[in-house]
Each structure stands twice: as structure tokens, then as C-alpha cells.
């Protein structure tokens, strides 16, 4: 395993739970940190921009009362995620909130921007950006990030179309730092599969959306529980970029799922309409492939203790498998 930075280390499990456009809020960041992995949310999920300061506030309260309460246990550190796209006209402005609590993890997405990696830097923050093929891993690094996130085929949102295998070897070949691995992970096996990859971490998404702690509707929870990954459309239809969402979302906005046309990826927007009313991720709902292993709507922390009772029992079983040989 790759020597992590002292943020990364000591977790519960080798987790990051992923920042979930407008679903992430702080009930659900402070309860993944709790439960001991990394909670997070995109900053434009607080709106408007003072809402944003409450709810960083709010969190790093809640997790120093925890700590002083629990100094056997204390919570894991959180990250906020920045797009650092040139559309995101409040950048600067998070970026400064972010310095003022000192956000201990920066988590940057479409695009690689120099500038932003050196504020976090001014106050000690880890940043890991996240990329879906080779060239923008080098991309990222040569602007200055600590760490990668690498979004193969299968994970929720934005998805990139590689095998895990493949864009994990790849970067591996030349990248010896923090490496987390997003796609189609939802139990203790994937995290341990994802390790032996090479990755050094988890980054689990769509599972805690069907969690108590939530900001999604019922609805939305509900179909998580009741889809398998055959019901994961991937499209550039409803953004300009491609995603993978669930298809009973799609088809409830009066579209079929299967004969989406192409969209222009100049016209990238993170709220455009589907064609019709509908919008991507308000009514076309983001989800990845992992799904089919979550059956229930539970609390984040329950999830959490799951995922390590079967780390570790995978653990334990593929020790078991290799003395055998």
C-alpha cells in the first residue's frame, strides 16, 4: 500500500464515502465520519453561499464535540469537493470558506486547476482530483494534486468507460501516491478487490443514498433498493457528460431509456434538461452499478458497520485461500 498522507490514514475501513450532488448534506457527511470513513459533499450543494459557511460550521463542530467525547474513536476527517470547471462561478469564494474552516480534504472534479491546489496547500489541506483516464491523471498531478480518484465504468454520476483494471494498472505504472478507485463498489469484497488492484482506497457513492441520513426523496431510495445494474443507463444526454443513472428515472420523466440520442458536449451543464421538463439529477436520478447489494434504506452508520464486518471477513477469507496454495 502506498505511504498515505497522515489525513488518510488511520480510517475504521479504507473508505471515501463520495460527494453526491444536491443528496450529500451535513447529517449525512457527519454520520459517515462518525461511523470512521471519510464523509463528504460538493460545496455547490449548499445554496445559497452562506449556507455553506452554517453548514461547514456545522460540521466541524459536531465532529470536535464527538471527539472530545470519544477520544478512543474520534471521527474521520471530511472533504468537500469543488468543481473547478470555468462555469463554477463560486469557486473562489467556497475555496476561501473551505480555508476558513480548514477543510482537511479537497476533492476536485472536471478539470485540473493549479490555482486551487495551491489555496488548499496555503493551509494544509490534502487534495485528491479525480480523472477518468491516464492522460488526465498526469494532467492533475503535473498541476499539483496530492492524490487521484480514478472514476472507471460502472460508478454513479459521471462516470468514466474504463475497466478498473485497466485504469488502475495504467496509473500505477508511473504514480506511486494516493490512489482511490470509484466504481461499482458497495460491500466489504470490492473494497479488498479494490486494494489488491493497487488502489489504496474506496469511493462508495450510490449506496449512501439509500441511507436515512440522505437528502434524496423516498422515491429515489426506493428504487436504489428495488434496481439491480441492469436498470444503469450511461448517457450524455441529460449534461453533455457521460453518467450512468437509473432507468426507471428516466422512464418516469416520459423518456425511454434505451434510445437516448447523443448530446453536445460543448452544452455541459450540471442541471440542464432531459429533452423535456425533466432535469438530471432532480428527476433524472444518478446511480451506479454496485446497486444490487443494497436491499434496504438503513442509517449511513449501519452501512458502515456492514462494509466492515465484511472487509474484514473477506480479509480473513482470501488469508485462508492463499496458505492454501
Not at 454520476?157 to 478498473?164: R, T
Not at 469484497?189 to 489488491?196: F, G, R, V, W
Not at 432507468?247 to 451543464?269: K, R, T, V, Y
Request: hydrophobic share 40%; with cysteine; charged share 20%.
Amino acid at each position: 500500500m502506498t505511504n498515505l498522507p497522515s489525513v488518510l490514514q488511520n480510517l475504521r475501513i479504507p473508505v471515501i464515502g463520495a460527494p453526491l450532488f444536491i443528496i450529500s448534506n451535513p447529517k449525512l457527511v457527519i454520520a459517515q465520519c462518525k461511523a470512521g470513513i471519510v464523509g463528504s459533499m460538493p460545496a455547490l450543494n449548499a445554496r445559497p453561499l452562506s449556507q455553506l459557511d452554517e453548514w461547514l460550521a456545522e460540521i466541524t463542530e459536531e465532529l470536535e464535540a464527538h471527539n472530545a467525547k470519544h477520544p478512543d474513536r474520534p471521527a474521520a476527517p471530511f472533504a468537500i469537493n469543488q468543481i473547478v470547471h470555468r462555469s463554477n462561478q463560486r469557486l473562489e469564494q467556497d475555496m476561501e470558506l473551505c480555508k476558513k474552516y480548514k477543510v482537511p480534504i479537497i476533492i476536485t472534479s472536471l478539470g485540473a486547476r493549479e490555482e486551487v491546489n495551491v489555496e488548499a496547500h496555503s493551509y494544509g489541506a490534502t487534495v485528491l482530483h479525480d480523472v477518468i483516464n491516464n492522460r488526465f491523471a498526469h494532467s492533475a498531478m503535473d498541476k499539483g494534486a496530492d492524490g487521484l480518484i480514478a472514476v472507471a465504468a460502472g460508478a454513479g454520476g459521471h462516470a468514466g468507460p474504463k475497466s478498473p483494471f485497466a485504469l488502475v494498472q495504467e496509473i500505477r505504472e508511473w504514480f506511486d501516491g494516493p490512489l482511490v478507485l470509484s466504481g461499482s463498489i458497495a460491500n466489504g469484497n470490492s473494497i479488498l478487490a479494490a486494494q489488491a488492484m493497487g488502489a489504496d482506497l474506496a469511493y462508495i457513492g450510490s449506496p449512501f443514498i439509500a441511507t436515512h441520513e440522505a437528502r434524496a426523496v423516498d422515491e429515489y431510495k426506493q428504487m436504489i433498493t428495488e434496481s439491480t445494474s441492469d436498470d444503469i443507463v450511461y448517457s450524455n444526454y441529460f449534461t453533455g457528460v457521460h453518467g450512468n443513472y437509473l432507468a426507471p428515472s428516466i422512464q418516469n420523466a416520459g423518456l425511454d431509456p434505451h434510445s437516448l440520442p447523443e448530446s453536445d458536449p460543448s452544452q455541459m451543464s450540471f442541471g440542464s434538461s432531459g429533452g423535456q421538463d425533466a432535469k438530471a439529477w432532480r428527476d433524472i436520478w444518478g446511480c451506479g452499478q454496485g446497486i444490487g447489494v443494497i436491499n434496504e434504506i438503513t442509517n449511513a452508520g449501519t452501512y458502515v458497520d456492514r462494509l466492515a464486518q465484511e472487509y474484514a471477513t473477506a480479509k480473513e477469507q482470501l488469508t485462508a485461500k492463499l496458505s492454501d496454495q
